[in-house]
DNA sequence: TATAAATAGGATAATTTTATCCGAATAAAA
DNA sequence: TTTTATTCGGATAAAATTATCCTATTTATA
């Protein structure tokens, strides 16, 4: 469904926010620790998500990463999976049809019509706050 | 959602599925220039098909791929999926946690749960043969 | 029986994704 | 001001996916 980086990418977000949510900066390692990802390419996913305005950092002794309490929840998941994945899971076709649309439709995209859309519109609905809440409550987990 | 391998094995599927209701069989070289695939990356698919028993394969001048008429109806989409991609897509963690279920969910474990629902039992109650009688009667399309 | 048209399958190459390494830049604290 | 703990970013490597090439095998037909 998404890409190792993508994978990646949503858990660091998820670990940075409920650690901002308590005004804790997280370290690149500490965040590979608790979401189990390697931390070499975890540090590229990062960038990616400080150029996409998804998360901040901070350089030097005492830095890390971190989201502003107040953007929180404004950020949603299809922010995140945009920024490393692009629109393809719920914007292309499903068969990989340059054109598939309405108007010229590949054989399966009427049966894929509701679920794409759904998809999208959870990925758009969905912010860090509620998912950082419940890893933060025990409720859901970022590893194993 | 798919790999390119899947894309073209679903689509060469449904071609060989709709020339077969007419009792044609296809070669690997009308199979590529219909779905637009490159062959030699095609015909290794076509293979796993046939291991698959997806499709038959008949070697030698005039030989081709065919589907057994009565079996066109009883493929699902699922076997051919599960075939080329596994069960990942419906079965494995969004955020690919190893144990990931009620007990020890992923922080997206219930905002997926109905989209790979609904994904799971569409691959499973789709057959071929709607898929190619809608390709043949030009509702749907395989390429551009 | 020879030929031609196919699939089968092994080896290899190209591309993309995932992952690692290392030095540069930065900034807090000793 | 030096040390130490960080992120940044370029280069590279490893692994997986996608793609190509070539030969062997099969089989219908001339």
Redesign the interface.
């Known amino acids: ?2 890409s ?1 980086a993508c ?1 990646y990418g ?2 660091a977000s ?1 670990f940075i926010a409920f650690n901002s949510y308590e005004g804790k900066r997280v370290s690149l390692k500490a965040i590979a620790k608790e979401i189990n990802s390697p931390e070499a390419f975890t540090a590229k996913i990062l960038q990616d998500l400080v150029k996409n305005d998804v998360i901040n950092s901070v350089k030097g002794a005492y830095g890390g990463f971190e989201i502003e309490k107040l953007n929180i929840s404004k950020i949603k ?1 299809s922010k995140i999976v945009n920024a490393l994945d692009g629109d ?2 719920y914007s ?1 076709c ?6 598939c649309d309405e108007n ?6 009427d ?2 019509k ?2 794409r859309e ?2 999208k519109s ?1 990925l758009e609905n ?1 912010n860090l706050e509620e ?1 950082a809440l ?2 933060k409550s025990g ?6």
């Open positions: 469904m998404f190792k994978e949503i858990k998820i998941l393809a899971i292309g499903g068969l990989g049809l340059h054109k010229h439709p590949c054989p399966v995209h049966k894929f509701s679920i759904e998809l959870m969905t998912l419940d890893v409720i859901s987990f970022l590893k194993v």
